[in-house]
């Protein structure tokens, strides 16, 4: 057998065990369990479930393919997202655990928004649920193409249905018996690895290899949404990029105050006093793995960089040098990060889809009364039937699956246009009210549709840019122009900030 083939069997088996031993051993007896893990998960768990829940093969393959290919400037995306995660950790992380509890004990961030301002309407909470089922069913249709195309990639001799249904079919068997606790336990171990494999990769070339690296004097043209083309050096100055190119950089770091699969992670660690530490682990990570990826990119630029690109390869970079530097089997485990961070993103959304429509569709409207037994089965058959479809809107090969990826795209900036200010405001402004957060999410999604359709184009700035800017004006007016909130709500927020809520 193929050290690399056996390499991947190993993970594999790897995960499927963690999802039966959690399914065995804890049993999950309420929706709270299932769905946010009771509320007991510690901060190493945390820290790197989040992050890798975040990173997904676009860490391995997407980001370094596009650093090789157009130069340093591809960076900003990284910078902006290190300094996104940072600010989330730091300003949301521990409030929003605080919040969620006091929110009548929030497992979602639709029932937050809602219990946040103790209202009766459901409206809010409803249009996020659905906005969440529909975006996170494409995001694992995606999730299912993007571990299916590194399977093959790294594996050609399978055919490309059979990975897929292999890839969908252990993470639907983990995610449906273990839950949170199991997403949570695989992501862990799964970002482990990913660490592992992008840091392995350039510390060996440091050692063992003495580069060239003149040939990054090679002249790269660039051509902007404008029409205007510019040619520079490999390693261009970072500050020398056009100004809505390090805009729309940076502007990825706004996306995660809107996440609902990063944030439930602030939701569910068992203390606020644990925040801290599952900070420090999950920005050091960010750096650490954002940086080496670019080092990665500069140096396979000048081992492999002629290679890939006379072949249009470039996203193929971490393979390749895995495979040159590694012997088979060890090669099979690092490449076995790309598969991870392809799982550990999927396996979150399809828990947070579930967990939208259980907990804010068919509890509170269709079956009031129903039991936590029965909301905890109704969420494994979401589960379940979620990543049906997913899967044959991944394995579809007609334009409608491509059209799909592409929506997929700017999802990323949906989120954080419609939900970021709204959660950023819930957390920090006693005054906010429901009916501003209900314009604001409106006001933000719409914004960001409208830009993507008529303005990107021409201007070449990222949407997340206005939609978050027009969603937060829309939360501080209308709040302004409503009544004040009412003394249950005030109560609510005075709970959560009261410094005796660890």
């Known amino acids: 057998m193929n050290a690399e083939v056996l390499a991947l069997i190993v993970y594999f088996a790897a995960m499927l065990s963690i999802g039966i031993f959690f399914f065995l051993k804890n049993k999950s007896k309420t929706d709270k369990d299932y769905f946010l893990g009771g509320r007991s998960m510690g901060p190493w768990v945390t820290a790197m479930s989040a992050q890798a829940s975040d990173m997904s093969a676009w860490l391995l393959m997407g980001l370094p393919g596009s650093i090789l290919a157009f130069g340093l400037g591809q960076a900003w995306i990284g910078i902006g997202l290190a300094l996104g995660t940072a600010l989330n950790w730091i300003l949301v992380a521990r409030r929003l655990r605080r919040f969620s509890q006091a929110a009548n004990d929030s497992i979602t961030l639709p029932q937050y928004l809602s219990n946040r301002f103790a209202t009766k309407s459901k409206a809010l909470q409803v249009v996020c649920a659905i906005v ?5 069913t494409v995001y694992v249709a995606s999730a299912f193409v993007a571990g299916t195309n590194v399977f093959t990639s790294i594996f050609p001799q399978i055919d490309k249905s059979v990975a897929m249904l292999i890839f969908a079919a252990i993470l639907i068997i983990y995610t449906f018996l273990g839950g949170y606790k199991a997403v949570c336990w695989t992501d862990f171990f799964q970002g482990m690895l990913m660490i592992v494999a992008v840091l392995a990769v350039p510390i060996i070339i440091a050692i063992t290899k003495d580069l060239d690296y003149s040939v990054l004097d090679v002249v790269v043209s660039s051509t902007s949404a404008t029409g205007e083309v510019t040619e520079y050096g490999f390693v261009r100055d ?15 770091g706004l996306g995660y105050f809107g996440m609902p699969h990063i944030l439930v992670r602030f939701m569910s660690i068992e203390k606020p006093s644990m925040v801290k530490k ?3 682990v999950a920005i050091v990570w960010v750096v650490l793995a954002l940086a080496a990826v670019i080092i990665l990119a500069v140096m396979g630029r000048v081992m492999v960089g002629a290679e890939l690109l006379e072949n249009g390869a470039q996203s193929m970079v971490f393979i390749t040098l895995a495979r040159k530097l590694f012997p088979a089997f060890v090669a099979g485990l690092l490449l076995s ?7 550990s993103t999927a396996d979150s959304q399809l828990l947070v889809a579930s967990s939208s429509f259980t907990s804010d569709i068919y509890k509170p409207l269709i079956r009031k009364n129903a039991s936590d037994k029965e909301t905890l089965w109704i969420g494994r058959i979401v589960v379940l039937i979620v990543a049906v479809i997913a899967y044959f809107i991944a394995s579809s090969k007609a334009e409608g699956a491509q059209a799909i990826m592409n929506l997929v795209e700017n999802a990323w900036a949906g989120f954080g246009s419609a939900f970021g200010p709204v959660v950023i405001l819930s957390l920090f402004w006693r005054r906010f009210t429901y009916k501003g957060a209900l314009a604001g999410v409106i006001a933000g999604a719409v914004t960001d549709v409208l830009w993507l359709i008529f303005l990107k184009s021409s201007t070449g700035l990222y949407e997340l840019i206005p939609g978050f800017a027009v969603c937060l004006i829309a939360c501080v007016v209308v709040t302004l122009l409503d009544k004040a909130p009412s003394a249950e709500v005030l109560a609510i ?3 959560a900030t009261s410094e005796e809520q660890e």
């Open 337 to 343: 990060a790309i598969i991870a961070a392809s799982m």
């Open 278 to 280: 599952s900070a420090t």
């Open 493 to 495: 927020y005075d709970t």
């Open 238 to 252: 970072l500050f020398s990029a056009p100004a809505t190119e390090i805009a729309s950089g940076l502007a990825w």
């Open 132 to 136: 969440f089922l529909v975006c996170f």
